[in-house]
């Protein structure tokens, strides 16, 4: 297929389909002024300074019919998102007035922008990386706050700056081993290959421990809430979400198939997942309710175990436990037992919810240090993990065969920031984008 040419103007519709306050028709490319100035009734955007609006009217040149009035906003390259010579027309969201003003661009010689071009722009002129690329997308993507702040830190090149520190270590490594092997007689001291290996070895694996929390804060995780029944799952459900979702009864067995709530819980978008109660039933539709209840448990991400503080503990049921956070309910009623591998809430009277949620949250986020860079995109996470098993590899070996493998490193590590990339690479990172953006 191939990349598409640079150097045409593109022109799209950068917001969303349907009807607005505003809608905005983007266009860029070498020549893309003059084109705009075919159809702009007001003050010609070949005089205006960049980075400001002028009002003024759209005109279809062939009819001189008005098609709308608007706003125009003129960027020049390479003050602009993607470099070049780029307008915006701030019309009224209408998409009949949108779709005109649009094909009345097309008339004019502008060509239809594919998903992602204007920023496909930004990174081949060198206005951003491919790895802040990236975040543009995460970011148009983002539905939690945790999402949100994650890809903004990818965005003013949090990621990107991290690598590049690191290739530059890599790199004066590499230079000092070449030194040594070109040049013994110069007495250049021997690469000390370890020393600097090391470092560079650490800041990648703590990159890539961040990838889990970096996964969970943009894509969501699931959380199931399991145990016996008229334990009280379907009250913490509820009490978590702050309306009755599901149906509470004292009557054990009430929930016989399973129900899913999305919550956020500090910015990190989740859903809850209530579940059938676990036991042996002659029931076939509990029966088959209690199965999906397991099944659904080996998928989340995590457990919540309940169990009744106010009745005799049960056997505990076969659950991936590493996952697992036990819950001891009903704190409102005189106890049992008492376990301190359990969390007490009481969904009547609140009491421990705030917990749950900090430990909820410590368990899906674990370590990840809070205000730093989370490594969320799998592109990226593949790129590190080559990297650290290339200076692994590394760290054993002669230093001719250790420069080979920290330039494999090297070559990783470029891959994330898009340089040297293949264009299968590169279309692949844009075809999730929108047009328009
Ligand atoms: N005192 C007290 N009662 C509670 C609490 N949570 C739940 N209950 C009561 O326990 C009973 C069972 O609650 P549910 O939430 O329906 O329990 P469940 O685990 O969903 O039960 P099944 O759907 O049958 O598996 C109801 O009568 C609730 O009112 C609590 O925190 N305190
Ligand atoms: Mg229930």
């Given at each position: 297929m191939g990349l598409p040419s640079l150097n045409d103007v593109i022109a799209a519709i950068a917001t969303p389909p349907g009807k607005g306050a505003v809608g905005i028709v983007r266009v860029s490319g070498n020549g893309s002024l003059e084109l705009v100035s075919r159809l702009w009734q007001g003050k010609s955007p070949s005089r205006l300074r960049g980075g400001r609006f002028t009002y003024g009217k759209i005109r279809d040149p062939r009819t001189q019919e008005i098609l709308d009035e608007a706003l125009l906003l003129v960027f020049r390259g390479p003050h602009s998102y993607t470099g070049q010579d780029s307008a915006e027309l701030h019309t009224h969201g209408s998409p009949a007035v949108l779709r005109r003003v649009l094909q009345t661009l097309f008339e004019l010689g502008a060509r239809p922008a594919q998903p992602g071009e204007f920023t496909l722009r930004a990174y081949l002129n060198g206005k951003m990386d491919l790895a802040q690329a990236e975040a543009v997308l995460s970011l148009v993507e983002s539905e939690s706050e945790a999402a949100r702040r994650q890809a903004l830190r990818g965005l003013s090149a949090g990621l990107s700056r991290r690598i590049a520190a690191l290739s530059e270590q890599l790199f004066s490594l590499l230079a000092h081993i070449q030194a040594w092997l070109d040049y013994p007689e110069e007495g250049v001291e021997p690469a000390r290959i370890h020393e600097t290996l090391e470092p560079a070895l650490r800041e990648i694996q703590h990159l890539l421990a961040t990838a889990p929390a970096g996964r969970i804060a943009q894509k969501g995780a699931r959380i199931a809430l399991v145990g016996a029944p008229n334990a009280g799952k379907s009250s913490l459900l509820n009490a978590l979400l702050g309306y009755e979702r599901a149906i509470v009864t004292p009557i054990p067995g009430t929930t016989r198939d399973y129900l899913e709530a999305p919550l956020e819980i500090a910015g990190?978008?989740?859903?809850?997942?209530?579940?059938?109660?676990?036991?042996?039933?002659?029931?076939?539709?509990?029966?088959?309710?209690?199965?999906?209840?397991?099944?659904?448990?080996?998928?989340?991400?995590?457990?919540?175990?309940?169990?009744?503080?106010?009745?005799?503990?049960?056997?505990?049921?076969?659950?991936?436990?590493?996952?697992?956070?036990?819950?001891?309910?009903?704190?409102?009623?005189?106890?049992?037992?008492?376990?301190?591998?359990?969390?007490e809430v009481s969904s009547q009277t609140g009491l421990g919810l705030e917990a749950l949620r900090q430990h909820i949250h410590q368990r899906l986020l674990g370590e990840a240090p809070e205000g730093e860079i989370w490594v969320s995109n799998e592109r990226h996470v593949e790129a590190l993990r080559r990297a650290e098993a290339h200076l692994q590899e590394a760290q054993g070996a002669p230093e001719d065969l250790a420069g080979v493998s920290i330039e494999m490193a090297l070559d990783a590590l470029a891959e994330i920031l898009g340089k040297d990339v293949s264009e299968e690479v590169i279309e692949r990172v844009f075809r999730n984008f929108c047009v328009g953006k």
């Open positions: 990190v978008p989740l859903v809850a997942i209530d579940t059938a109660g676990l036991r042996e039933t002659e029931d076939v539709v509990e029966q088959s309710g209690v199965e999906r209840a397991l099944q659904i448990a080996q998928e989340a991400d995590l457990i919540l175990y309940l169990a009744d503080q106010s009745q005799p503990l049960p056997p505990p049921p076969a659950l991936p436990w590493e996952r697992t956070l036990k819950v001891a309910t009903k704190a409102d009623l005189p106890a049992a037992w008492s376990s301190a591998e359990y969390l």
